[in-house]
């Protein structure tokens, strides 16, 4: 057995980025979702099955929550669970594009202690430990000093910045996106971006790796509420994601029509 939860999720990961660039490089058959929740490939299945028999085979006891896995409640009673997205970004891979990554986290008792968002196309690899601060490619990595939210660089659909959802107008910010809402959660950590944000509510598996790799890094992380955001829940979804520098946080969520 592996010494460490994150170990196992660095190891699994690069697992799955063989499958995926397989798929990636070679063709691969794409469904639409019957729930209307977008495409789905057999790259993603066949990951998803591949992470599911190794991560729960090292911890049986832990519990599984993914995005391509039927819902087992009895996650619910477990201390820790793996939240996964067997690919995040599914439409840019369909698409051609290489930001589609690998989301990997253990969460215990609510909230996550080890994460990892793997990009194989890219050779990203970005990682955390609850308390241990995030690394990208095995350096540490930091969050943006940047305190003012007018001017800052931020990661978000275009949706977002409809003045009907800001107070006084939309804000004037240098807007950038990315599919994979664990890479832009992932960026905030290297201080690449200065914040990211989606207003609508935001499935676990998305999140949750990208979540502690952002807060290890120093950013901070709420709900668009700006309230904690806890993971393994019965709804297995968020309201929303503001992860931004400390200063950028307190602003978007002062300025945000709730």
Request: proline share 4%; charged share 25%; hydrophobic share 40%.
């Amino acid at each position: 057995m592996l010494d460490s939860d994150l170990s196992l999720l660095i190891e699994a990961a690069r697992a799955a980025g063989e499958i995926g660039r397989k798929h990636f490089t070679s063709g691969h058959r794409v469904w639409e979702k019957d729930d209307g929740q977008g495409p789905v490939t057999e790259a993603d299945l066949e990951v998803d099955a591949m992470l599911r028999e190794r991560l729960t085979s090292a911890r049986p006891g832990y519990g599984w929550m993914s995005e391509e896995s039927e819902d087992d409640p009895e996650r619910l009673g477990r201390a820790r669970v793996f939240v996964v997205d067997p690919i995040d970004g599914t439409r840019a891979f369909t698409e051609g594009s290489k930001t589609w990554a690998h989301s990997l986290a253990v969460v215990e008792c609510g909230r996550p202690v080890a994460a990892v968002v793997y990009l194989p196309m890219l050779g990203k690899l970005y990682s955390a430990e609850d308390g241990k601060g995030a690394r990208f490619n095995d350096h540490p990595i930091a969050a943006s000093p940047r305190q003012a939210f007018d001017g800052a660089d931020i990661l978000a659909a275009h949706p977002t910045f409809n003045a009907r959802h800001w107070k006084g107008g939309a804000p004037t910010v240098k807007r950038h996106f990315r599919s994979s809402l664990a890479y832009r959660l992932s960026l905030v950590g290297e201080g690449r971006f200065d914040g990211m944000l989606t207003l609508r509510d935001s499935w676990e598996w998305d999140i949750a790796a990208g979540a502690l790799i952002a807060a290890e890094s120093g950013a901070r992380v709420s709900d668009r509420h700006g309230a904690q955001i806890r993971f393994n829940t019965v709804e297995r979804c968020a309201q929303g994601i503001v992860c931004a520098t400390p200063g950028v946080h307190g602003e978007i969520l002062a300025r945000l029509a709730h």
